[in-house]
């Protein structure tokens, strides 16, 4: 093996040899396991950076030993066969896919950097959860963050608790979507008492029992995407992402306003109809009702146009 190394190092095997195999296939093999890793968009911020660095040193020793290798094999074929096109576009290529991966790297580690500020912005890691056992009922404030997901979700999961009552502006999609599952997968309640704005969203449209008053606010955020392998913890709600939204139910017509502008937020008539919410507290009583039922005896204020920031 070691034999076998060096050789190519040094350019001694045939370009072909070079280039096909210890180049393109060992390229592609280690691509294929890099990018079927077990991370995933629900993963923790430092499950992704880990994923992501800790391979790089094996990888970027990897790939200055395929490129100077396959550079060399190309020079040597050049010199001792009188060959020169195949060599010649040989060592294009490698220019072209050294550009593309210094690219690549530059974008990683900008992407990586957020990440990083994401982990340490004290503004998406303050949140208070409070855990009312007689009533069997959670109560979280705050930003959701991997810590808020952990705690939350750990909660939920302990099956004592039915109801969870929000105020959230958002925060990270990946927490959010680990949360919003947990509360799919256990049938919890989810009652919004002042705002669900962004990635919050996500925990509304999960529950099958989702309650609002008729002044909360449920304002779906638009991504601004960047070109990162991370661009799902950008804490803005992702409107190319409608397979969960599908999952749970949500039609597309309550969140496809976001194809033309950054904020939207539905009216109490198009959430009920969309499926968003099941649940209306009424003002007046204090009572849930059916969402559909309190639009029937509050036609104007079931359709009135509803308040979202200005894009």
């Known amino acids: 093996m070691r034999g076998y190394v060096l050789r190519h190092w040094r350019g001694e095997m045939s370009l072909a040899r070079s280039f096909w195999i210890n180049h393109e296939l060992l390229g592609l093999v280690a691509w294929l396991l890099f990018s079927l890793g077990p991370a995933d968009e629900e993963s923790s911020i430092l499950a992704e950076l880990g994923w992501f660095w800790l391979p790089m040193p094996f990888l970027t020793a990897m790939s200055v ?78 930003a959701l963050s991997d810590r808020a997901a952990d705690r939350l979700t750990a909660a939920i999961g302990d099956g004592r ?97 976001l194809d033309r502008r950054a904020f939207w937020q539905p009216t109490l008539r198009q959430m009920a109809n969309g499926r968003l919410i099941a649940f209306v507290i009424d003002p007046d009583t204090g009572r849930q009702t059916p969402a559909y039922v309190w639009c029937l005896d509050h036609a104007e204020a079931c359709d009135a146009p509803r308040w979202a920031p200005t894009d």
């Open 65 to 142: 030993w395929q490129v100077v290798g396959t550079w060399r094999s190309a020079r040597r074929t050049v010199r001792e066969r009188g060959r020169w096109f195949w060599p010649r576009l040989a060592q294009s290529w490698l220019v072209v896919g050294v550009a593309g991966l210094l690219g690549a790297a530059s974008l990683q580690i900008m992407a990586s950097v957020q990440l990083v500020e994401a982990l340490l912005d004290p503004g998406l890691n303050e949140f208070h959860l409070i855990a009312n056992e007689a009533e069997g009922a959670l109560i979280f404030h705050g």
């Open 161 to 257: 608790y039915s109801v969870l009552h929000i105020d959230s502006q958002g925060g990270l999609l990946g927490p959010a979507k680990r949360i919003a599952r947990k509360i799919r997968q256990h049938g919890t309640k989810v009652v919004v008492q002042d705002q669900c704005i962004s990635a919050c969203v996500y925990l509304l449209a999960a529950s099958k029992f989702g309650t609002i008053r008729p002044d909360s606010d449920v304002v779906f955020h638009q991504l601004q995407p960047v070109v990162t392998l991370f661009a799902s913890y950008q804490s803005h709600f992702p409107v190319a992402d409608e397979d969960f939204l599908r999952e749970v139910g949500v039609t597309p017509a309550t969140y496809r306003p």
